[in-house]
């Protein structure tokens, strides 16, 4: 993948995966190994972090479609190695602001229907603690996800 051609997003925006698809079977081992070094990535990449938690779920039986979209994280990530979290030192920050962000979608994933949430902290312009995780139960609407 030295010589392929960057995307500027990590997943395109209409992606879904089918578990039960027409595609072909792939090398678990392979898969395995990618999805494990990409999680490795999202510890100072948090734009990756959703999309890599999406293809994570595919290990036990991968398909052709999740190594694609694998291999089109780690192209993203090739593309934006200058991306990542810098956190200034005391000294060099004026802004000593604390937010909190968060937000859900209502019936993601559509073979579960369950939601996911979201949030993310940032203290100054730095982002110091986040989630994306999938809700236990089935919301009924998008004000209860």
Not at 57 to 84: C, D, F, H, Q, W
Not at 118 to 143: N, R, T
Request: hydrophobic content about 35%.
């Amino acid at each position: 993948m030295n010589d392929c051609n960057l995307v500027s997003t990590p997943i395109e925006v209409s992606t879904t995966f089918d578990e039960l698809g027409e595609d072909s079977s792939v090398d678990k081992t392979l898969y395995r190994q990618m999805i494990g070094c990409l999680r490795y990535v999202c510890d100072t990449r948090p734009d990756i972090a959703y999309k890599v938690g999406l293809v994570s779920k595919y290990m036990e039986s991968p398909r052709k479609s999740n190594l694609l979209a694998a291999k089109r994280i780690l192209i993203y990530v090739k593309g934006t190695i200058e991306y990542g979290l810098m956190l200034p030192s005391k000294a060099n920050s004026t802004n000593h602001k604390m937010l909190g962000f968060s937000d859900a979608d209502w019936c993601g994933d559509k073979s579960d229907r369950k939601s996911t949430t979201s949030y993310v902290f940032m203290f100054g312009d730095d982002p110091i603690s986040w989630c994306s995780k999938k809700q236990e139960v089935v919301a009924l609407s998008s004000c209860e996800a």
